[in-house]
C-alpha cells in the first residue's frame, strides 16, 4: 500500500502557496507593462522566462531539500489552487467591467 507523507505534502503545499502568488502577480505585471510597450512580446517573453525559472527551481529545490516527490504534489496543488482562484478574480473583474461599460 502507498504511504502518504502528509507532512511532505503540507510544506509543499506551504511553500508554494507564495510562490504561486508571485508567479500570477508577476503575470498581471508583466502584462500591464506589456500592454503600454512598443515590444510586448520581448517583454512577455522574458517575463514568462523568470517566473519559469523560479517556479521550478523553488520546486526543484522542494524536492531536493525534502527528499520525497511528495511534497512536489503539495506544491502543484497550491499552485493549482492560486491559478483557479486567478482565473476566478479575472472572470468576476471581466463582468464588472461589462456591465459597467453597458451602464447597468
Not at 38 to 48: D, E, K, N, V, Y
Not at 56 to 82: C, E, I, S
Not at 83 to 89: F, I, P
Request: aromatic share 10%.
Amino acid at each position: 500500500m502507498i504511504e502518504i507523507n502528509t507532512a511532505a505534502i503540507l510544506l509543499g503545499f506551504a511553500v508554494g502557496l507564495p510562490i504561486s502568488v508571485l508567479f500570477f502577480w508577476g503575470l498581471h505585471w508583466g502584462m500591464r507593462v506589456a500592454l503600454v510597450s512598443t515590444h510586448p512580446g520581448r517583454l512577455l517573453m522574458l517575463s514568462f522566462f523568470i517566473r519559469l525559472c523560479i517556479l521550478l527551481g523553488v520546486g526543484f529545490l522542494l524536492v531536493r531539500l525534502a527528499n520525497t516527490l511528495w511534497a512536489l504534489a503539495g506544491y502543484m496543488l497550491a499552485f493549482l489552487l492560486v491559478r483557479v482562484l486567478a482565473v476566478l478574480r479575472a472572470k468576476i473583474s471581466q463582468a464588472a467591467d461589462t456591465r459597467q461599460q453597458e451602464g447597468a
